[in-house]
């Protein structure tokens, strides 16, 4: 199988989707002419045009409040914000309106938009656009959230939100844009859907529950674990709403022994939600340990690089809270 990069995944998802559907728009600031901030568009607007790639003006506000206007009309439109963090400036129609018109109006009304939006720190942008918020819109009931960690996971679960009737966030790791994994060719076509887990590696003797960015680093810890006989798992949770909970007891139930582990805050952080899907169910009897998670810091994202890097999980701290767990 080829292999590309998460960006270009992402970008295949999107035109070959458009190709087959017209009601496929995609909005942002300068996605169409510069081709994106991470250059994730680059080129569309040239196959697509300026009516179907539109540049925007600097409103976050204004973009998605077009959007959910243009999805309940039944458009399907993908809105890209340039970076997650100015998600803050869109959140009265993205929570008030776009995830709420379905219960609003008693099943009769849809919003099936995309909202993509790169976020995580380890780029250098400092403070205000290197945040993770996830947890933000998670809590808000009536949007879906999903957050890839592979390629293949980009382009099939875009795919599926695409045409999911909800309201979908869709949030991309700023550094894994440039990884590259495998991807079948864009006559092959495939979708992930959403609400399932992908158990990443398999193992016995310890779980490690994660998403995002944080799953190659898990990978990477779980395979320096191999060579030290302990056999570790990494689920990739993929979608945090909805949440595959199956997966996830599944897994607990087999290893006994926990950690999970997420980029954002950890107070408050989505990570909880899933230590508590452990604890309110049956896996609870089967723990071996308390069930442990490693979040980042409870601190804005400094600028400076070593910092910056300390803020989140390393591989180091993995691996010591493995340890601690064994």
């Known amino acids: 199988m080829r292999e590309i990069t998460y960006a270009e995944a992402i970008k295949e ?13 995609l909005m942002g600031e300068d996605v169409g002419v510069y081709g994106g901030a991470f250059g994730v568009s680059r080129g569309m607007v ?20 077009c959007a959910v206007g243009a999805a309940m009309t039944g458009m399907l439109p993908i809105v890209e914000i340039m970076f997650s963090d100015f998600i803050t400036l869109a959140l009265e129609q993205l929570v008030n309106q776009a995830a ?26 400092a403070e205000q656009h290197s945040q993770s918020p996830e947890a933000w819109v998670a809590n808000t009931p009536g949007l879906k959230v999903v957050v890839p960690s592979t390629p293949y996971d980009a382009k099939g679960l875009l795919k ?36 399932k887990a992908d158990v990443k590696r398999r193992g016995n003797d310890v779980s490690i529950i994660t998403y995002g ?27 945090l709403v909805p949440l595959d909970r199956e997966t996830i007891i599944t897994s607990a139930k087999k290893s006994g022994r926990v950690l999970v582990v997420y ?51 390393t591989e180091e701290k993995i691996t010591a809270a493995l340890e601690s767990l064994l």
């Open 100 to 125: 709420k018109n379905r219960f609003q109006f008693g099943g009769q009304g849809s919003v099936p938009m995309v909202l993509r939006a790169p976020g995580g720190s380890g780029t250098g942008a």
């Open 263 to 313: 980029e954002a805050p950890q107070t408050g952080g989505f990570g909880g939600e899933i230590v508590s899907v452990i604890a309110d169910s049956d896996a609870f009897f089967y723990l071996e340990a308390p069930v442990k998670r490693l979040g980042g810091l409870d601190t804005p994202i400094p600028y400076n690089p070593r910092l910056e890097a300390q803020v989140v999980p």
């Open 160 to 195: 599926a939100s695409i045409y999911d009737p909800n309201p979908v966030v869709f949030l991309e790791q700023k550094l894994l844009y440039r990884t590259k994994g495998p991807v079948p060719d864009p006559g092959d076509d495939y979708i992930v859907p959403l609400g």
């Open 213 to 239: 960015r944080m799953v190659p680093r898990c990978l990477k810890v779980a395979g320096d674990f191999e060579t030290r006989g302990i056999s570790v798992e990494v689920v990739d949770v993929r979608t």
């Open 46 to 65: 040239e196959e697509f045009g300026g009516q179907r790639v539109l540049d925007t003006p600097i409103s976050e506000l204004g973009i998605t409040g």
């Open 13 to 25: 998802a999107m035109c070959e989707e458009m190709r087959k559907d017209k009601r496929i728009v």
